[in-house]
């Protein structure tokens, strides 16, 4: 801890302190001339010193002689402040005495001198103590500032360490949902690849069975268009044979009327026939045509579940980044809160800093008060 020496001295208005710096400043700017001056002695120039230094209330040592000076041996520079008391106590004799004036006025100036001078100490001391017991305030003033800014430091500590706390845990939890986003967009991926492949697959299911029904379809259509064209062949030719029936019923009425009975007979057991196949093919069309409209209903919904997962999908990523830009604009906020804490808590180093450069200042003048 650096001390500064402090020195009282009187001025026009009262009394008051100057630290030693300063009057060695001010002695070396006004002697300036004279030290920077060759042809004087050094011993000269110590004693013009001394008496600056005594007329400003500080007693001369050949200490700060050579820090005014800037040179001088210690045993040079005592011997000159020797000599300097030595003809100042001289010259205050002379003083004390004045042979030219009566010894009755010298005792009585003497005596009024004297009391001059105790009443002088007397008001100096007041002052003294009114600044001893100003700067006792000052001192409990300081401590309640220190404990305050102590207090406050402690809870910008407490603040900035729930400050560090809460980006921690936001952070361990922006990690985590940055994960889980990872997480949810492979299984995103993955379920579009494999729901891609199965509409892929199923496409390709439908296409091959449309394909095969409408291959059987064609057949069917086929041999139901061969079946009329049986059946029509097989009315011609009854036409045919009815018209031969009626050359030949007139020749045998009774055996044609017995072979037309047969033939008719034959002819309708074959019509019941392709009746019949034709009946039955008209289903298995009908049941290929229902199963094809199921198949297309199968794929339609299919389709609509996968458009619905995959809304889903984006609406969840969609809110997950939405979760993600909120924590980074946290993140931000809690940086800049950070700063700003840091900010105050050096601002508020700095002033407890000059509070106890203060406070040292204010404990020196209170030593040198107490040693007066």
Not at 8 to 32: C, F, H, P, Q, R
Not at 52 to 70: A, D, M
Request: with cysteine.
């Amino acid at each position: 801890m650096y001390y500064v020496t402090m020195y009282v001295i009187s001025n026009n208005y009262g009394y008051t302190m100057i630290d030693k710096i300063d009057i060695t400043e001010t002695i070396a700017k006004e002697l300036s001339i004279l030290i920077n001056n060759n042809e004087i002695k050094t011993p000269e120039k110590a004693k013009q010193v001394a008496g600056e230094l005594l007329r400003r209330g500080v007693q001369p040592t050949w200490r700060i002689i050579r820090e005014i000076l800037g040179t001088g041996s210690a045993s040079t520079l005592q011997n000159a402040v020797n000599l300097y008391w030595s003809e100042l106590g001289a010259h205050l004799d002379n003083l004390e005495k004045r042979p030219e004036l009566p010894k009755n006025l010298v005792k009585d100036f003497n005596n009024l001198w004297d009391k001059a001078l105790q009443i002088s100490e007397k008001k100096l001391e007041k002052r003294l103590s009114d600044a001893f017991e100003k700067a006792k305030e000052i001192e409990i003033t300081v401590n309640k500032e220190k404990e305050a800014l102590s207090a406050q430091l402690l809870e910008a500590n407490n603040c900035n360490i729930a400050n560090e706390n809460q980006l921690q845990s936001l952070q361990k939890d922006h990690h985590r949902q940055a994960e889980q986003l990872a997480t949810t967009k492979k299984e995103h991926t993955l379920l579009e690849s494999k729901l891609k492949e199965n509409k892929q697959d199923f496409a390709q299911q439908i296409k091959d069975e449309r394909n095969t029904h409408n291959e059987r379809y064609t057949t069917l259509q086929e041999s139901y268009y061969e079946i009329e064209k049986q059946k029509s062949q097989a009315q011609q030719t009854l036409a045919n044979e009815k018209s031969q029936q009626s050359m030949v019923e007139k020749q045998n009425k009774q055996s044609l009327s017995d072979l037309k009975q047969d033939r008719q007979l034959e002819l309708d057991r074959q019509a019941k026939q392709y009746d019949s196949m034709i009946s039955h093919y008209a289903s298995e069309i009908s049941h290929f045509k229902t199963k094809l409209d199921k198949a297309d209903a199968l794929y339609s919904l299919e389709n609509k579940k996968w458009q619905s997962h995959n809304e889903k999908s984006i609406l969840t990523l969609a809110d997950v980044q939405a979760q993600l830009m909120l924590m980074t604009q946290n993140n931000t906020r809690l940086e800049k809160e950070k700063t700003t804490q840091a900010q105050l808590l050096d601002k508020q180093l700095d002033d407890l800093q000059k509070i106890n450069k203060h406070s040292v200042k204010l404990e020196t003048r209170l030593e040198m008060l107490k040693k007066k």
